[in-house]
């Protein structure tokens, strides 16, 4: 069966969830939540991709996400990598995490951006007995519920940094605490009375959208996405670095020369933190990157993969990583 579109343009919005491989957990202890939640962070700060809204689950999770660049395949490769390898680490496991790819839905935020937001946050209480709670005892436990971007939309006190919550408070009159509250009773009504599932809308073509906005979609970008090999994604970030900096970056902070850092031979771990760094801050493709450094462009892209993989494993690869992020 052929993979469903991915449909990628700057300033996109998407429904994205996970499901655990057969069905099973994907977080053991609230460890593993709040570095699920660190590698988010992370992850969106690498690829300007905006957190609308979240909540983690036993066996998945829900992610409300805007584009900018238009790279939802490479943030949620970036990311959903980054969390199994600290997961399989961690408890010591192998193999996949995750049942297959990540499903996503591309959102028409004009339309539906307020009944998304509340599909993912009314999620704790659909599953197992809080289903038959009464409606306050619902109303205090979404409001408890700690590993849900809900209780941030409601204070300002415990909101995460990396959260946006203006577009969607800018429906109930802003970021105050009337906009707050009445957020809150919108929520409410979807446990007070049976409201459509917004993704419901989408099933079959991938959009939760209006007719109008449908239409739109397929004839701006279905047939250019079935055309090419892959979306095209703005992969260059605004504000990039000279590769020579980069490159003198690299080597002071693995102490090795710059010539031996660039020989094709080398197979230090300064390499492949070199394209990756290439690839973030200098705004390179993945080909340039590979003909800088005289090998394939596919070569660039396991080399970067291991990276990912090895940061989950080795803390102090990380913090030297980030060490290099602070200093580019």
């Not at 997961?87 to 935020?109: A, E, I, M, P, T």
Request: charged fraction near 30%; glycine fraction near 10%; hydrophobic fraction near 35%.
């Amino acid at each position: 069966m052929a993979r469903p579109l991915r449909i990628e343009y700057e300033n996109a919005y998407y429904h994205v969830t996970c499901r655990g491989n057969s069905g099973q957990d994907i977080f053991s202890t609230d460890g593993d939540r709040s570095k699920f939640l660190d590698l988010l962070s992370r992850s969106r700060d690498i690829y300007q991709t905006e957190i609308l809204a979240y909540v983690l689950m036993s066996n998945h999770f829900h992610l409300f996400v805007k584009t900018p660049l238009g790279n939802l395949q490479e943030f949620m490769r970036h990311f959903n990598i980054c969390y199994t390898s600290y997961y399989n680490w961690k408890h010591g496991r192998r193999g996949h995490l995750y049942q297959g790819r990540y499903k996503s839905f591309l959102v028409d935020s004009d339309n539906y951006l307020q009944e998304v937001s509340r599909y993912i946050h009314l999620n704790p209480i659909r599953v197992g007995l809080r289903s038959s709670i009464t409606r306050d005892e619902k109303k205090r436990y979404l409001r408890s519920y700690p590993w849900s971007s809900y209780g941030d939309y409601l204070s300002e006190g415990r909101r995460r940094s990396f959260l946006e919550v203006e577009e969607v408070l800018a429906y109930f009159g802003g970021d105050t605490a009337k906009g707050r509250r009445d957020y809150e009773e919108f929520v409410m009504e979807g446990v007070s009375r049976k409201v459509p599932n917004p993704l419901e809308k989408g099933a079959g073509h991938g959009i939760i959208g209006t007719e109008g906005f449908i239409k739109k979609i397929r004839g701006q970008y279905v047939q250019s996405t079935l055309e090419s090999r892959e979306v095209p994604a703005v992969k260059r970030i605004l504000a990039q670095v000279e590769p020579e900096k980069i490159i003198g970056v690299i080597s002071e902070s693995f102490k090795v020369e710059k010539e031996e850092l660039l020989r094709k031979g080398y197979k230090g771990v300064g390499r492949g933190v070199l394209m990756e760094m290439l690839y973030r801050y200098g705004g390179m493709k993945q080909n340039e990157i590979g003909e800088l450094l005289g090998i394939d462009y596919s070569a660039v892209s396991v080399m970067r993969k291991r990276l990912l993989e090895l940061q989950g494993k080795n803390r102090k690869l990380l913090a030297l990583i980030e060490k290099v992020e602070k200093r580019l």
